[in-house]
Structure formats: C-alpha cells, structure tokens
C-alpha cells in the first residue's frame, strides 16, 4: 500500500529532475527538483496520520467528525498539504545549503549529477532482472543466492554504465565547438 502512495511522488520527483537537466536555466534546481515531492509526500503522510492519531487520542471533535463540506476541506488542507509544504520547503533548503557548501564548483555539481543518476538506475534494474530471474527459473529456488548475486552485478554494471554516459555526454556539452 506504502508502493502505490509513494510511486506517483517518486515519479514526479524523477520527472522533476530529467526536466530540470535537459533545461538549461533549470539546471541549478535539478537537486532541489529531485528532492521536493518526495518530501512534500513523506511528510504530509506522517503529519496527517501523527494529527488524526493524536487529535483522536486526545478526543478532539475533528478527528471524530467526517471530513465534509468546507469545514472538511479547510482541515484537509490543513492536517495534509500544510505539513506537506513546511516539510517540502524544509528539505529544499537543506538541499540548497549543501549546494552551496559542497557543491561549489562545476566538477563537483556534475559527479553529484552523475552518481545520483547511477544510482536511480540502480534499483529498477535490480528490481527487474531479480524478478526476470525468478519468474523464469521459479522451480529452482535453491537457487536464490546466485540469482540476487546475478541481480546485483546487472545492476552495478548498468549503473557504471550510465555513469560513465552521463560523463561523456557533460564533455560533450563542455567542449568549446570547432
């Protein structure tokens, strides 16, 4: 259940950042791109389910009344987009301080590009060829170890792979033309 929440935030996140590095002016908020609606999901789910717990354990008339009309839209908003929005912003802001610290020169801005895009890569390619792998050798469950093992090595050299691409392609862009 957890799954079908977070995928369409993690998609949007995913979305965000491909935008954000094929647009040139949008560069500079590609991480930043990356990091807001997974943090605006995480945290107007934890909010809103901490709010109707407490408010229901403290016996409060709001999480015992449905959510109705315009009083149920204003407590929506408030028990689920506003902590969604003060968390959103909070990790943006971290995101940014660690640009500005760390992330100071062009060299260090693209290997953080290129090792977060390896490592998005990484997990559905785990995922897939672990799935690939038991659902054509299903009888063979002994067999369990080598097939992760399999799945781990696909994914490293899929993720080299990428890494070194998006490396290249950087070159590419920064090479003065003939």
Same mark, same amino acid.
Not at 7 to 21: G, Q, T
């Given at each position: 259940?957890q799954?079908?929440y977070?995928a369409?935030?993690i998609?949007?996140s ?8 094929? +647009?040139p002016?949008?560069r500079?908020?590609?991480?930043r ?6 943090? *605006? &999901? *995480?945290?107007? +789910?934890?909010a809103m389910?901490?709010i ?5 354990g ?6 015992n009344?449905?959510?109705? &009309?315009? /009083? ?7 028990i689920? *987009?506003?902590? &969604?929005?003060?968390g959103?912003w909070i990790?943006v802001e971290i995101?940014r301080q660690?640009?500005v /610290? ?5 060299a /260090? /801005?693209?290997?953080a590009?290129?090792? +977060?895009?390896?490592? +998005?890569?990484? &997990?559905p ?6 799935g690939?792998q ?13 097939f992760?093992a399999?799945? *781990?090595?696909?994914?490293v ?5 990428t890494?070194?691409?998006v ?5 590419r ?5 003939r």
């Amino acid at each position: 259940m957890q799954i079908i929440y977070a995928a369409p935030f993690i998609l949007l996140s995913l979305v965000a950042f491909v935008l954000s590095l094929a +647009i040139p002016r949008l560069r500079p908020y590609a991480f930043r791109a990356l990091v807001a609606p997974v943090a *605006f &999901g *995480f945290c107007s +789910i934890v909010a809103m389910v901490l709010i109707l717990v407490a408010s229901h354990g403290l016996d409060l008339q709001f999480a015992n009344a449905p959510l109705a &009309g315009a /009083r149920g839209l204003f407590e929506g908003v408030a028990i689920y *987009f506003v902590p &969604g929005l003060v968390g959103a912003w909070i990790a943006v802001e971290i995101v940014r301080q660690v640009e500005v /610290r760390v992330l100071k020169t062009r060299a /260090r /801005r693209e290997l953080a590009t290129r090792t +977060i895009i390896a490592l +998005i890569v990484f &997990g559905p390619v785990f995922i897939l060829c672990t799935g690939v792998q038991f659902n054509v050798f299903s009888k063979a469950d002994a067999w369990w170890p080598a097939f992760l093992a399999v799945s *781990f090595t696909a994914a490293v050299f899929a993720s080299a792979l990428t890494y070194l691409l998006v490396r290249t392609l950087q070159q590419r862009t920064h090479r003065e033309p003939r």
